[in-house]
Nanobody
């Protein structure tokens, strides 16, 4: 069974940091690219960052480049699990949104429609 579960969201002051985690389980997901998207109220879902299945390649949205870092731990791959992290530094109020992780069998896709599996999301709120 394929499943993605996010955690680590919360309330932080501007300039602070948070680390989000996405636990992906299911044998096929260990060979999928995994990304983070975010969606603020009244706005469309927005690409944030993606990491390749082996953790060797990444792509970032311009708005988070240099502040956010995506990484991946495949050490539990034999148990069909992988964890993807999003380290968020120098947070700004405009980063406030629900953050979702998603999995795709394409190579570093940046569009939401290119992702087949989604988690339920975790809320990040940055106060000014």
């Amino acid at each position: 069974q394929v499943r993605l579960v996010e955690s680590g969201g919360g309330l932080v002051q501007a300039g602070g940091s948070l680390r989000l985690s996405c636990l992906a389980s299911g044998r096929t997901l260990t060979s999928h690219a995994i990304a983070w998207f975010r969606q603020a109220p009244g706005k469309e879902r927005e690409f944030v960052a993606v990491v390749s299945w082996d953790g060797g390649s990444t792509t970032y949205a311009n708005s988070v480049e240099g502040r956010f870092t995506i990484s991946r731990d495949n050490s539990d791959r034999d148990n069909a699990k992988t964890t993807v992290y999003l380290q968020m530094n120098h947070l700004e109020p405009t980063d406030t949104a629900a953050y979702y992780c998603a999995a795709s069998d394409l190579t570093l896709p940046v569009k939401a429609f290119q992702y087949s599996y989604w988690g339920q999301g975790t809320q990040v709120t940055v106060s000014s």
